[in-house]
Structure formats: structure tokens, C-alpha cells
């Protein structure tokens, strides 16, 4: 899978942005020495990348996070050093931005620079299991809202539809339907589409580009 | 029930609750319950519904009251400090018998605590919190599908017997993530010939008041709403067994601790510990009745919850003192492992705890 210098992670709110990024960053740990991954999300107090921090450390990746992340100070706070992967190219980085159009005004800040450089690719997540995108019109709607406060067009698609623990081959198989409608109405192609690890070896062929998922947050 | 979606709990209750003809939000942001506001705040121009962020969660309740005046299906909600704020108007909608529905995803306290989940708003919900001898129903989901199939009912018996309820659920039941069948069939309609609709000339005004002056006639609304409170503990009490029939201890445990509980009981039956558990779906009315039961069987109880120990309370009034009850808890922002409620479980088991 190619890949660009910057890579964003953006979407609907709960569409596994974090999840992807983090993972993502392992993924991209195996071909490059240095990996550095920003959490721009100043939506969401309580799951944060930081909640991955041991393993991102451990693999030898880099964390730049806001220093309220994980803290409980409900601040909506960027981190400073954000700057930081933008100044030193030498370095591969994922930015996992937060949800909808109101976490990705956090991006307009830095777009600038991003743009300037123009060796990025801005992902769109989707998961059409989500109650407010269900099919691709709602998702496209929402990819519009983001580009427009995020001031950054999206470049590909990443399909992440899942139902959590219980999703199904066949719940992955028949999101392909809305993901190739997203990908025909926005004119953008799907990167990946992203499973959980113990299903990606279930399919034979029927869907391209799987990016198995190996970090899982977990909850009670 | 319709096609399988996935959602936060906090949006489960806010999509259930529009499901439900709830078409009046009223509310004020606070972690951990925020989606809810966010999800009404995005889905109810589309459903011609009204969601207005209030000033504060006083004004939020008390245009709460004023639309339940009305008849209309209507609901806020908010987090632990928050309901506090909330607590007054509460007073008044009991106090004016008219049906409403309050979350409160709880947090740690007391004060403004942290963010992190917490149970510790039991007494508030069952107990009071409110001024004023009034009752509510309250309904203590432990799972996100519970998280909008309790919305549903609460808006069916606020209606059913024009009384507050609430939903008591906590940060980790509002944050995370699980598939949910939503309803699709019609909310059920109840008649409310007392609502201030307007009288067109045609009928003598309604009156939605919670002041009475006079204190025979004060005395005698209150009668009547025991009564009334006397038919909801008979006939709307909820709970779940889960492997009771042999079991020699007995846990009791609501909303996400018994999620734990659930994990530590399986491992304690594997070591040959007969224990099961007794979930209060509705903490007011208690499941006062099959818990007495239970203590004619089992020789412990053990309360496992994310306070200093308040449903134990209730544990043991029901109970009647009939066997000794331990408390497994973790506060301020913890939650209690499997491991944990599993080593109580043993200790219990042994006879070591007092």
C-alpha cells in the first residue's frame, strides 16, 4: 500500500478514526524509522489515542498529544508540538483528527503548511453502520462539512463499516454496495477497507485493499 | 425492530427517545453525556422537532416542565452536577404530576468530581434529591440496546402514569459502542385530557400547578400520589436473573457493574462457587420482593456498585436482615475489575469477610 508523508484521518463522529490511526502507525512503523502520530481531536475527552499510548511506545512510535489528553481536564486543548511533524519532514505522520466538522476545525490551523508541502493524503472513514451515515448520501454531506472546516479535500476513502464485536463477514461484504456509491458521488478512490483482525482472513478475494485492524479498544 | 446500527449509548437514548415522539429537547452540555445533546441538536430540524440549548440545565428543566405541562413528549439530560442543578424543577414536575423523562449519565463525585463514570447518584435518583415525598421511576440500563429500548419504556410509563422518570446510566454506558436494534413501530399514544392545550371556548381551563396553600387539600394529593406510587411498585418492577436457581451467594449489581459482576461470576462458577446475580433494571420500584426470596436460599449477598455503598441499602431493607450483605465497590472514576469482584466473591464464599 503506498503511502504519503502526512497522513489525516478524518469523519463522521464514531468512525473508528482513532482506532485506524493507531493501527495505521503500526503498519507504517514496519517500513519507515520514523513514525510520529498527532491526536488533533478536541471532541471526544475519553477515548483518545493516548488510551494506545504503551503499545505506540513500545513499537517505538512517537506521541504527540494535547497534555490534557487522558488527564480528565475536559480542555479542548491542541497539543503545541504539532508544529513539530510538519517542520521536520524527515519523519512519516498520521494526524487523527476529531470527529465531524467540529473536530476538524481544529485542522484549518495547519492546513497551510500541509498544503504547502503537498505530500499528504486526507482519509475519509465511513462506517455505514453509524446511525447518521447510513448510506452515501449522508456520508457525503458530512465529508463536504469537514472539507469546508478543515479547509483540506479529502484525497480516498477508508471503509471501516463494522458493528463493533459482533460484526460479521457478511456485514463487511454488504457495506462494499454504499462504500462504492461513496467513492462513485465523491469522485475519490476506497484506500482500504478495514477489519478486525480474526475476520481479515475469512475473505477470499471479494474485497480489495483489507487493512486488518490488530489494536482494539475495549471496554467492559 | 429494524436493521442493526452502531451506537454510543448516548446516542442510543437520544435516537430512541426521538423514535419514541419525543420532539422537545431542552438541555445544557457536560461530560460524559454530551452526545446526547449533539445527536438532538442534529436530528431534530430534520424530524421538525425542537432542540434548544438553554442557559443552564435550571432553565432546561423548567421548560422541561413546561412542555410536559403541555402534554407533549419531552425530556433533557445531563451529568451528575448537573442534575443537582436540575433537582428543583424536578420537585415541580412531580409535585405537578405531569410525565417528562431525565438522563443522567453519571460521573464521579461529589462536587464537580471528574469526568470519569460513576454510580455514586443513587440515593439522589431513588432517594431524593428533590424536595418534597415524591417518587420516580427509575431505570438502570446496562447495555446500549437497553440504553434505548429503557428510553422507550420510561416515555411509555411517564405517560402511563404522568409521572417523572428517569434513566440512571453512567460515562462508560454513555461512551461506549455496541450494535442496537432500534424500534420502529409507532409510539404508543396516551390520552391527556389535563394538558394545557388551550380550551378553544369549549372546556373549562387546566390548571398545572404544584402549589397548594391549603394543607388538607396538599395532604390529599399526596395520599393520591402514593397511591398511585403503591400501583407502579406493584406492577412495574423490572430485573434480571442471571444463574440464581442454585446459586448460594447472591450479587447485586446495576448498569455497568454487573457487566463486571456477569464476567467475575462465570469465572467464580468455573472455580465451583454457586453464585448468581440479581440485576434491579428498575432501582425505584426495587426489586424488593425477589431479592427477600433469594435471602431464604443463599447464605450471602454481595453489592457491587461505583459508590460507598448505596443500593446496599436497599439490599438490606429488603432483605430484612435475613443474611449478611458485603459491599465490592470502586469510586471516583474506577471501575471495579472482574478479578476484583471475583476475589470478594471467594472471600465471601471461604466465610472470610465478617
Do not use: W
Given at each position: 500500500m503506498e503511502n504519503k508523508r502526512v497522513t489525516l484521518f478524518a469523519g463522521h463522529y464514531g468512525s473508528g478514526k482513532t482506532n485506524i490511526a493507531v493501527n495505521y502507525a503500526l503498519h507504517l512503523k514496519e517500513k519507515y524509522e520514523k513514525v510520529v502520530i498527532t491526536d488533533l481531536d478536541i471532541v471526544n475527552p475519553y477515548f483518545r489515542t493516548a488510551d494506545s499510548l504503551e503499545e505506540l511506545t513500545k513499537a517505538g512510535i512517537k506521541l504527540i498529544s494535547s497534555e490534557f489528553a487522558n488527564s480528565n481536564v475536559d480542555l479542548p486543548a491542541l497539543p503545541q508540538d504539532v508544529y513539530s511533524i510538519l517542520d521536520d519532514r524527515s519523519a512519516v505522520a498520521i494526524l487523527d483528527i476529531g470527529g465531524d466538522d467540529r473536530g476538524a476545525y481544529a485542522l484549518g490551523r495547519y492546513e497551510t503548511a500541509i498544503r504547502e508541502e503537498n505530500d499528504y493524503e486526507m482519509l475519509f472513514v465511513?462506517?455505514?453502520?453509524?446511525?447518521?451515515?447510513?448510506?452515501?448520501?449522508?456520508a457525503l454531506e458530512v465529508m463536504k462539512e469537514i472539507e469546508t472546516a478543515g479547509k483540506i479535500k479529502f484525497t480516498a476513502i477508508v471503509n471501516n463499516s463494522n458493528l463493533g464485536a459482533l460484526t460479521t463477514k457478511e456485514d463487511v461484504i454488504a457495506s462494499v454496495k454504499s462504500a462504492d456509491e461513496l467513492s462513485h458521488l465523491s469522485g475519490l478512490p476506497i484506500k482500504m477497507t478495514t477489519v478486525s483482525e480474526n475476520l481479515a482472513n475469512s475473505f477470499n478475494g471479494e474485497i480489495d485493499n483489507i487493512f486488518p485492524l490488530k489494536l482494539q479498544k475495549k471496554i467492559v | 425492530m429494524g436493521e442493526k446500527v452502531l451506537m454510543k449509548g448516548n446516542e442510543a437514548i437520544a435516537e430512541a427517545a426521538i423514535r419514541a415522539g419525543c420532539l422537545h429537547y431542552f438541555g445544557y452540555p457536560i461530560t460524559p453525556q454530551t452526545e446526547i445533546?449533539?445527536?438532538?441538536?442534529?436530528?431534530?430540524?430534520?424530524?421538525?422537532g425542537v432542540f434548544l440549548q438553554a442557559e443552564s440545565e435550571i432553565a432546561?428543566?423548567?421548560?422541561?416542565?413546561?412542555?410536559?405541562?403541555?402534554?407533549?413528549?419531552?425530556?433533557?439530560?445531563?451529568?451528575?452536577?448537573?442534575?443537582?442543578?436540575?433537582?428543583?424543577?424536578?420537585?415541580?414536575?412531580?409535585?405537578?404530576?405531569?410525565?417528562?423523562?431525565?438522563?443522567?449519565?453519571?460521573?464521579?463525585?461529589?462536587?464537580?468530581?471528574?469526568?470519569?463514570?460513576?454510580q455514586s447518584d443513587y440515593f439522589q435518583a431513588v432517594k431524593g434529591g428533590s424536595h418534597g415525598d415524591y417518587k420516580r421511576i427509575v431505570l438502570a440500563p446496562a447495555s446500549v440496546q437497553e440504553m434505548a429500548s429503557l428510553t422507550t419504556k420510561a416515555f411509555d410509563l411517564a405517560d402511563k402514569y404522568s409521572i417523572l422518570t428517569m434513566i440512571l446510566a453512567d460515562g462508560t454506558m454513555g461512551q461506549m459502542m455496541e450494535p442496537v436494534e432500534l424500534e420502529t413501530t409507532e409510539p404508543v399514544k396516551y390520552e391527556k385530557p389535563w394538558a394545557t392545550t388551550g380550551t378553544k371556548m369549549q372546556r373549562k381551563?387546566?390548571?398545572?400547578?404544584?402549589?397548594?396553600?391549603?394543607?388538607?387539600?396538599?395532604?390529599?394529593?399526596?395520599?393520591?400520589?402514593?397511591?398511585?406510587?403503591?400501583?407502579?411498585?406493584?406492577?412495574?418492577?423490572?430485573?434480571?436473573?442471571?444463574?440464581?436457581?442454585?446459586?448460594?451467594?447472591?450479587?447485586?449489581?446495576?448498569?455497568?457493574?454487573?457487566r463486571v459482576a456477569k464476567n467475575a461470576i462465570v469465572e467464580a462458577r468455573a472455580k465451583g462457587i454457586k453464585v448468581g446475580m440479581i440485576r434491579p433494571i428498575t432501582l425505584w420500584p426495587f426489586p424488593t420482593e425477589v431479592l427477600n426470596k433469594a435471602?431464604?436460599?443463599?447464605?450471602?449477598?454481595?453489592?457491587?456498585?461505583m459508590n460507598m455503598g448505596q443500593m446496599i441499602e436497599d439490599v438490606k431493607l429488603a432483605i430484612e436482615c435475613k443474611k449478611p450483605v458485603h459491599l465490592c465497590c470502586r469510586v471516583g472514576g474506577m471501575i471495579p475489575s472482574p478479578e476484583e469482584v471475583l476475589a470478594k466473591i471467594e472471600e465471601v464464599n471461604e466465610g472470610g469477610e465478617r
Open positions: 465511513f462506517n455505514m453502520y453509524r446511525p447518521l451515515t447510513p448510506d452515501a448520501g449522508s | 445533546a449533539a445527536y438532538m441538536a442534529k436530528r431534530m430540524p430534520k424530524v421538525g432546561a428543566i423548567n421548560m422541561v416542565l413546561g412542555v410536559a405541562a403541555a402534554g407533549k413528549r419531552v425530556m433533557t439530560s445531563s451529568s451528575s452536577p448537573g442534575v443537582s442543578l436540575k433537582s428543583e424543577g424536578m420537585s415541580y414536575i412531580s409535585g405537578s404530576d405531569v410525565p417528562a423523562l431525565v438522563v443522567n449519565v453519571q460521573r464521579g463525585g461529589p462536587g464537580l468530581g471528574g469526568i470519569q463514570p460513576s381551563h387546566n390548571i398545572v400547578n404544584s402549589l397548594y396553600l391549603k394543607p388538607e387539600e396538599l395532604e390529599k394529593k399526596n395520599f393520591e400520589r402514593f397511591a398511585k406510587y403503591k400501583t407502579i411498585e406493584e406492577n412495574e418492577v423490572m430485573y434480571e436473573e442471571y444463574l440464581m436457581d442454585d446459586a448460594e451467594i447472591c450479587v447485586v449489581s446495576f448498569g455497568i457493574t454487573s435471602a431464604d436460599k443463599c447464605k450471602a449477598f454481595i453489592s457491587v456498585e
